[in-house]
């Protein structure tokens, strides 16, 4: 059955009656560890993350996840209601940015490197260019031409349990970089582009050094 079928399925799950159905329900501490705002814990969270997801849809609610990176504490924690986001070069699709202009609604999941768990956070963003907010987002000097800022609705520390499963931080899980092409060779696959090895070679070299302009 194609992935695409539209029609009756007995195995389908149509309400969240019957999804719920098949699970306990959530412990109190669980419902309860689901707060409005930064606190220390979540403030210290944000400080050491050098890494999150962005999700975003839109106006359609068409989804898009985006990774975000830089120094630790490249996010910005303004009020315990309110984070700033750097927005660095990019490929220049602009499907976040351009997501936020037709559907605010955003989520996060911080992650640092070596914990298990995770914090995720859920609210309103918009696209800023104030240059007193984007002057303390300079690295090396250049600070970035828009910055995101999010107005928190939820903030949950997520358990350690998806990582663990995965052995993320396991060094004898690592996956040697050999066992997949480069970067240029899968997009030229991808793109069906049918280049000689010379040609080839050229594009995944200005692949390469495009990785070295971070900022």
């Known amino acids: 059955m194609s992935g695409r079928d539209t029609g009756n399925d007995a195995d389908r799950i149509g309400s969240e009656q019957q999804l719920r159905a098949l699970h306990a329900p959530p412990s109190d501490l669980v419902k309860r560890k689901c707060v409005d705002r930064l606190d220390k814990h979540a403030r210290d969270f944000v400080a050491l993350s050098p890494f999150l997801v962005l999700g975003t849809a839109n106006a359609k609610g068409e989804a898009d996840v985006s990774p975000r990176g830089d120094p630790p504490g490249f996010v910005k924690v303004l009020d315990d209601r309110t984070l700033l986001i750097p927005d660095r070069p990019g490929n220049n699709l602009l499907d976040s940015l351009s997501n936020i202009l037709a559907n605010p609604e955003v989520g996060l999941l911080f992650v640092i490197p070596g914990f298990d768990e995770t914090l995720r956070v859920n609210g309103r963003a918009a696209v800023v260019r104030e240059p007193a907010l984007l002057a303390p987002l300079a690295v090396d000097g250049k600070a ?72």
């Open 144 to 215: 970035p031409k828009v910055a995101i800022r999010v107005d928190v609705r939820e903030v949950y520390l997520h358990c350690a349990k998806s990582f663990r499963r995965a052995r993320l931080w396991d060094p004898a899980a690592r996956v040697p970089r050999g066992t997949l092409p480069s970067l240029g060779k899968m997009v030229m696959d991808m793109t069906a582009m049918n280049y000689d090895d010379a040609t080839a070679r050229a594009i995944e070299g200005r692949v390469e050094e495009s990785m070295k302009k971070l900022y």
